[in-house]
């Protein structure tokens, strides 16, 4: 038999299925790569060995899937992590592919495209969800990747993550400690891990100090869903006097709302992410960001160790987290000064 055609036409299998069991890739099953094996010996087929080099060569390209909201591409401090990581991918002869998802398609989709077509030689994913079935499939795949983030997937993975559960913690304490008592949440989607833990994280410090925590709203993790999270909460019989919100977008969104409702006099209102332009909004930001030198760096160092095939337990980072404090936390007429000594 002098071809893949011929010898694919045989077995009832398709050319890709064929090659890439001759290629020993594990997508395909055992029994199919043993059967494509047996038939192409029996009847004397050889592989183009100057083609199947080519098929094996390194793509020399990572890829990331970006959320794409109307307006913009990714949440903005992905794109500034992401600059840092291509830059040290790059002095390892790899390429950063930055990969808008299209409106109607899945990041699962996207995924499979590039590991499936065989493009790309590892996977970076931003913004895990608790669940997460792009983990699932990399995993099923072999391919090596790292999340900004963690899951809830049973396999262990490599991630880099920010604490925002204690970081949460932290920041709802400070407001009790000012005098706050009817903290609110403003919360991003739940079955986002990093939505999820930042609301156990105020819902222990508002039970530890024997207050029911059900002054919260849940929308979109963008400036419009803030804003619409917190009129929400101030339309509520007994409105907050503090806010803790899910990530910076919402907490200027929280802030246009209160400008525009009287009853937003006074409210103290953090954020999370640390992004550029808080410090530009009327009050500025008070915010969280995770610590440590340069995560994009850290997180292409745990790529390239993941590439090597070091094991998944030994490439998770767990960052602290550490106030930004600017005016939006105290505006004038709240319950008092946050008190320094809890950070």
């Not at 079935?133 to 983030?149: D, Y």
């Not at 006074?266 to 808080?278: F, R, T």
């Amino acid at each position: 038999m002098s071809n893949l055609k011929e010898l694919a036409r045989s077995l009832g299998l398709s050319i890709t299925t064929v090659s890439r069991a001759l290629d020993g890739y594990t997508d395909v099953s055992a029994v199919t790569r043993e059967r494509v094996r047996a038939a192409a010996e029996k009847t004397g087929y050889r592989p183009n060995a100057s083609a199947r080099r080519l098929r094996k060569q390194r793509a020399e390209l990572v890829a990331v899937t970006l959320p794409n909201d109307p307006g913009h591409i990714g949440p903005p401090h992905f794109l500034d992590m992401l600059s840092g990581c291509a830059e040290h991918l790059a002095s390892a002869g790899l390429n950063l592919v930055m990969a808008p998802v299209p409106r109607g398609a899945s990041e699962l989709d996207i995924c499979r495209r590039f590991v499936d077509g065989r493009r790309v030689d590892a996977m970076l994913l931003v913004r895990t969800r608790r669940n997460d079935e792009r983990v699932e499939f990399l995993q099923s795949r072999s391919i090596p990747f790292v999340t900004n983030g963690r899951t809830e997937n049973p396999a262990p993975h490599p991630f880099i993550d920010g604490d925002g559960q204690a970081g949460f913690h932290a920041a709802t304490r400070r407001f009790l400690a000012a005098g706050h008592r009817r903290i609110g949440h403003i919360a991003a989607p739940q079955d986002y891990y990093f939505a999820h833990v930042r609301r156990m994280g105020w819902a222990a410090a508002m039970h530890e100090a024997g207050f029911v925590p059900d002054l919260f709203s849940e929308n979109a993790p963008t400036e419009l869903g803030g804003y619409r999270a917190a009129l929400d909460l101030l339309q509520r019989p007994s409105p907050p006097t503090a806010l803790v919100c899910s990530t910076d977008e919402m907490a200027i969104g929280t802030l246009r709302a209160l400008r525009e409702t009287r009853g937003g006099d006074g409210i103290a209102v953090v954020g999370h992410d640390d992004l550029p332009m808080g410090a530009y909004v009327s009050p500025a930001l008070s915010t969280m960001r995770v610590t440590g030198e340069n995560l994009g760096a850290r997180f292409a160092s745990l790529l390239l160790r993941a590439i090597a095939g070091e094991p998944a337990e030994t490439l998770q980072e767990l960052h602290p987290v550490e106030f930004v404090d600017r005016a939006s936390h105290e505006p004038a007429g709240n319950a008092g000064p946050i008190s320094k000594s809890s950070k």
